[in-house]
């Protein structure tokens, strides 16, 4: 079974841009959850998808945004890029039943450079 | 929200030492706690998770121990070897909260030959 898949590994872009991400989840999983990890504040909860719905956000400004297709690939979007968002972007998905021990699953993760 | 801390944040050993990670959270209605080991390049994997209402788990090397009324868990890695280095997080997940993890800021352990 493929694993999380997350396109591009890296990206290099300039203050202001805007920049999109892709998430295949685990074949099966309804479920995607977007992290942002950086050496000082390191995993924090972006926002989680299930079956093409916003269920759960975390603490990041509106210019953090995603949506989830039919066939549960995810796509997270970050509009006017400023300095501070450099980071490593990881998706991650889960069956999404919301059993007691549900299982999360991580991708390598996109590397954002923001110059 | 639920808060989760770690300790130690580097975590030095021999070879066939072994090392013990601690964290504790915030939030007494957690129910499941995980831990993810993340190699260099890499996004982070599953090793170990426990429940609520177990107090250990154990996969050959490692072990999860877990203390509700202290709040606080614990990784275990005997006999540590060099393909154990990495960094190593854990997190808990409240209820509410669907899929979501609060993480810990992550264990940098090395093992030395």
């Known amino acids: 079974k493929a694993g999380v898949t997350q396109t591009p590994r890296y990206l290099i872009k300039t203050r202001g841009q805007q920049v999109t991400l892709s998430c295949s989840p685990i074949?099966?999983?309804?479920?995607v959850s977007w992290y942002q990890q950086t050496p000082g504040q390191g995993l924090q909860f972006l926002f989680e998808?299930?079956?093409?719905?916003?269920?759960n956000k975390g603490n990041f400004p509106g210019r953090f945004s995603g949506r989830q297709f039919s066939n549960s690939r995810s796509e997270m979007n970050v509009s006017t890029l400023e300095l501070g968002d450099s980071a490593l972007y990881l998706c991650?998905?889960?069956?999404?039943?919301?059993?007691?021990?549900?299982?999360?699953?991580f991708g390598s993760g996109t590397q954002l450079s923001v110059l | 929200g639920e808060n989760v801390e770690q300790h130690p944040s580097t975590l030095s050993v021999q070879e066939g030492d072994s090392a013990v990670i601690k964290c504790t959270y915030s939030?007494?209605?957690?129910?499941?706690f995980p831990w993810y080991k993340q190699e260099l390049g890499k996004g982070p994997q599953l090793i170990i998770d426990?429940?609520?209402?177990?107090g250990e788990k154990k996969d050959q090397r490692i072990a999860v121990t877990l203390n509700k009324t202290a709040k606080h868990f614990s990784l275990h890695i005997t006999e540590t070897q060099p393909e154990d280095s990495a960094v190593y997080f854990c997190?808990?997940?409240?209820?509410?909260?669907?899929?979501?993890?609060?993480f810990g800021k992550g264990t940098m352990l090395l093992v030395s030959p």
């Open positions: 939030d007494s209605a957690s129910n499941y």
């Open positions: 997190a808990a997940r409240a209820p509410g909260g669907y899929s979501t993890l609060t």
């Open positions: 991650a998905s889960s069956l999404g039943r919301g059993d007691l021990n549900e299982k999360l699953f």
């Open positions: 426990i429940r609520s209402n177990v």
């Open positions: 074949s099966g999983h309804r479920s």
């Open positions: 998808y299930f079956s093409e719905t916003q269920r």
